[in-house]
């Protein structure tokens, strides 16, 4: 149907014979000419149907309409001088059109507009309603066509490193640790249930233990999670497993992954190695554990300056074994109101999102001079003063904004109020300006958090993650004793702020496994009956790996410039886990349920 693709003519092809085939993006008619710009794949280039070429072929043309799909054979001409297109890579040559040939028609009316000469701002509920149409227009189709390139360049860098792909299953056993497992009924064996891999952790250390030694896996993830703006119930990892291989020699192997990604997909070289900073430095100096270092403004803790001061909303707080920090905003006595600040502000409505009473600040005047509403001020001596200035850099025009509480509180909100400002000050670059790529692995995590709705502590990251035995000691009778306060050999990788993956080290020793499923409240026959398959495998001869997986979907958002990951997947869900295209979730025959020895309990009424 097609001797050449659309946009793969150039002015070397003038004089030659082609067939094309694919969509009309438009139609112009220029008095007695008309100039259909064809579309397909490879981009566009102009057909010209002239009279002369017969008046049928010219009344079959006045007749076409948008995104018909058409097939055109014809002669490859220059085009005149003044009519060439600079934007468009066939923009020096056009199409002679001798024969039409309508491949299929168009019946009914568009929802939008797909022409890439179109750059109307379509609502993404109705982009998702029609899909199918969104996908030709150029944005997505491109965005496609990136995350291909970038399966591609993971995919030659990984085998040419000596992994291999390997598929694991999609229906495994529910665990119970992460988030909601997605549950498909068993109709063969009764009353059972098989549950969706939230990710191939289990079954890619096994494939360790069977020697593999170097696997890999595009893989399909599925976790029935809370709703959030950027999450999908369904997404895809690249994701790996070594044995034989320490954190550093992982980390570096996966530097030059990511940096082969980069190259290959957007002839950027990437500086290696990248930044590590540990856990704890990430959260006393950024207050979150995904820190974007493209700016400053880091949290600054002054506990010890203003510990015993009469300001009760300090001195308490650190009483209490928590902490007062704060951030300094350059120029932001100009930039950041009163206003903004006390109730009803913006800024102060950040803070208050993520659990703050209120935003105690000082404005830095000229001669080192301080400014504040409340007693801050009149509670510092001048030795406090100066050295709340040094340590903050505080310069004149210096605004700067307090918390204090608990540790953890403080953190999460001064973090949120620092990217509040940086954004609003345009400190930040926007998704699509990629000319910073601040790449940073974040190590060291706690082993362990608190739940506090379970009373009990839980995996900060699984409970398959190595601890690192310089904290457990030689004895191991003490591990269970230690265990709480143990790090992980775990680590994450930044990209701006946003994780794009992360992973760890395994355990490889059975009665550490075993150890480490019921500090998190597992007995051991509880840990038995769910994990006993895998202490089973690390008796026979389970050798030291590790691994990460990155997410695919984020990894090209970033790539791609988009601020959704939405628009790097070819068919996604809402925010509320549907699709609107298929109508899905749906419901289902009573038979299919009886079927499966199933009921549903739902009651619309109440919910």
Request: hydrophobic share 40%; charged share 25%; glycine share 8%.
């Amino acid at each position: 149907m097609r001797s050449h693709g659309c946009g793969d003519l150039r002015i070397t092809n003038v004089a030659n014979s082609v067939q094309l085939s694919g969509w009309v993006d438009r139609f112009r008619d220029h008095g007695g000419v008309i100039f259909i710009d064809l579309r397909d794949q490879s981009g566009t280039i102009q057909i010209k149907v002239d009279p002369e070429q017969g008046p049928e072929l010219f009344t079959q043309a006045e007749h076409l309409r948008n995104e018909t799909v058409l097939k055109v054979e014809g002669m490859v001409a220059a085009r005149p001088t003044l009519s060439i297109n600079e934007r468009l890579s066939t923009g020096e040559i056009e199409v002679i059109a001798k024969s039409l040939t309508v491949l299929n028609s168009v019946n009914g009316t568009f929802p939008f507009s797909v022409s890439i000469h179109d750059d109307e701002n379509v609502r993404e509920e109705l982009r998702l309603r029609y899909r199918y149409l969104d996908l030709r227009r150029e944005r997505m189709n491109n965005n496609l066509r990136l995350r291909h390139n970038t399966v591609k360049a993971a995919r030659r860098f990984l085998e040419n490193e000596g992994f291999i792909e390997i598929e694991t299953p999609l229906l495994t056993r529910s665990t119970p640790e992460g988030a909601r497992d997605y549950l498909v009924p068993s109709r063969v064996c009764g009353g059972e249930w098989f549950a969706l891999p939230q990710s191939p952790q289990i079954f890619k250390q096994l494939l360790m233990v069977g020697g593999i030694e170097r696997y890999y896996q595009i893989a399909r993830c599925f976790r029935d999670e809370d709703l959030r703006a950027d999450r999908q119930p369904e997404f895809t990892q690249i994701d790996m497993e070594m044995s034989f291989m320490n954190q550093k020699e992982i980390l570096r192997l996966n530097e030059s992954l990511i940096a082969s990604i980069w190259k290959e997909v957007k002839d950027i070289e990437l500086q290696l190695p990248f930044t590590r900073m540990t856990w704890h430095e990430a959260t006393e100096r950024y207050g979150t554990d995904r820190p974007d270092a493209r700016y400053g403004m880091e949290l600054v803790n002054i506990s010890d300056i203003v510990k015993n001061i009469e300001f009760k909303v300090f001195s308490s707080a650190i009483a209490n074994g928590g902490s007062v920090k704060c951030i300094a905003i350059p120029e932001g006595n100009d930039a950041i109101s009163n206003t903004r600040i006390k109730p009803g502000g913006d800024i102060l409505r950040e803070a208050e999102a993520s659990g703050a009473g209120g935003l105690a600040f000082i404005r830095v005047r000229e001669n080192g001079e301080i400014d504040s509403i409340g007693a801050i001020k009149n509670n510092l001596s001048e030795k406090q003063k100066l050295e709340l200035l040094i340590r903050t850099g505080a310069e004149p025009g210096t605004l700067l904004l307090f918390g204090a509480g608990d540790t953890s509180t403080v953190n999460r909100v001064l973090n949120r109020v620092r990217q509040y400002i940086a954004r609003d000050l345009v400190l930040i670059a926007s998704a699509s300006d990629n000319k910073i790529w601040n790449f940073l692995w974040v190590t060291d995590f706690p082993m362990f958090e608190f739940n506090k709705e379970e009373n009990r502590l839980e995996a900060l990251h699984h409970p398959f993650c190595s601890p690192n035995l310089k904290d457990l000691g030689d004895d191991t009778a003490n591990y269970r004793k230690r265990l709480p306060n143990a790090r992980a050999q775990a680590y994450d990788l930044v990209l701006n702020g946003l994780e794009l993956g992360g992973g760890s080290l395994r355990i490889h020793n059975s009665e550490l496994q075993k150890q480490v499923l019921q500090t998190i409240g597992l007995s051991a026959e509880e840990a038995q009956r769910q994990f006993g398959f895998l202490m089973d495998a690390l008796n026979m001869g389970a050798p030291p790996h590790g691994g990460i997986a990155f997410g695919l979907d984020r990894l090209v958002m970033l790539l791609a410039g988009e601020e959704s990951i939405r628009d790097t997947i070819a068919f996604p869900k809402t925010q509320q886990a549907r699709c609107l295209m298929t109508q899905a979730p749906s419901n289902v025959s009573n038979k299919q349920l009886e079927e499966l020895y199933v009921a549903s309990t739902w009651n619309p009424e109440k919910q």
